[in-house]
């Protein structure tokens, strides 16, 4: 069965920085694009940024924009999320999420066809 | 405020038909396909449809997807208690963002 398993997740004061982890396995990691995205306490998905296969191409909300580093090491089945700068209104569950298709963006995806269970993220002083 | 706009909360009995509508403009919705999700209590999102009316295989039958123009609807027959959860419909965004529903909560009465 795919596994994702997201880590890192934790309280941090606004102004810092976090580095989430997604750790996966049962699926060839470097066919799929990946994905990040978050749920406020008690509110709706929001997409955050996803990646492609090769990380050839890379995306992200206005929201994180230049705040937010999305990474993959393929060699380790692994997706990353650097986040700095962090606000209070970046507080959610993040989930790791696999594409069914290769490429981030509109024009491959087959869905967000498995998600991990989340690592909830607290910005707060 | 979603990019997407979808009812926030939906019912209906066992056995009866209901249905979610997701409506959103020509730069989603209206180029791109519809993808939907539920979510238990609790619980990660899972996958219901893709490209507008695609079921991924373990979804049942009476899950059905469909588009038109800048809306898009999912429909739930046959009714069951355990489809009591969250349903959120998402698009690729030519402004090069995924975009999501704010989520429909449907209860079973």
């Known amino acids: 069965e795919v596994q994702l398993v997201e880590s890192g997740g934790g309280l941090v004061q606004p102004g810092r920085s976090l580095r989430l982890s997604c750790a996966t396995s049962?699926?060839?990691?470097?066919?799929?694009?990946m994905h990040w995205v978050r749920q406020a306490p008690g509110k709706g998905l929001e997409w955050v940024s996803g990646?492609?296969?090769?990380?050839?191409?890379?995306g992200y909300a206005d929201s994180v924009k230049g705040r937010f580093t999305i990474s993959r090491d393929n060699a380790k089945n692994s997706l990353y999320l650097q986040m700095h700068s962090l606000k209070a209104e970046d507080t959610a569950f993040y989930y790791c999420?696999?594409?069914?298709?290769?490429?981030?963006?509109?024009?491959?995806?087959?869905?967000?066809?498995?998600w991990g269970q989340g690592t909830l993220v607290t910005v707060s002083s | 405020q979603s990019v997407l706009t979808q009812p926030p909360s939906a019912s209906g009995t066992p056995g009866q038909r209901v249905t979610i509508s997701c409506s959103g403009s020509n730069s989603n919705v209206g180029s791109n396909y519809v993808y939907w999700y539920q979510q238990l209590p609790g619980t990660a999102p899972k996958l219901l449809i893709y490209r507008n009316s695609q079921r991924p295989s373990g979804v049942p039958g009476r899950f059905y997807g469909s588009k038109s123009g800048t809306s898009a609807s999912l429909a739930i027959s046959g009714l069951r208690s355990e489809d009591e959860a969250d349903y959120y419909c998402?698009?690729?965004?030519?402004?090069?963002?995924?975009?999501f529903g704010g989520g429909t909560k449907l209860t079973v009465l």
């Open positions: 999420a696999k594409d069914g298709g290769l490429r981030y963006d509109g024009t491959t995806s087959l869905g967000l066809d498995y």
């Open positions: 049962k699926f060839t990691f470097d066919d799929y694009a």
């Open positions: 990646i492609s296969w090769d990380s050839g191409t890379i």
């Open positions: 998402a698009s690729w965004d030519d402004s090069l963002s995924w975009v």
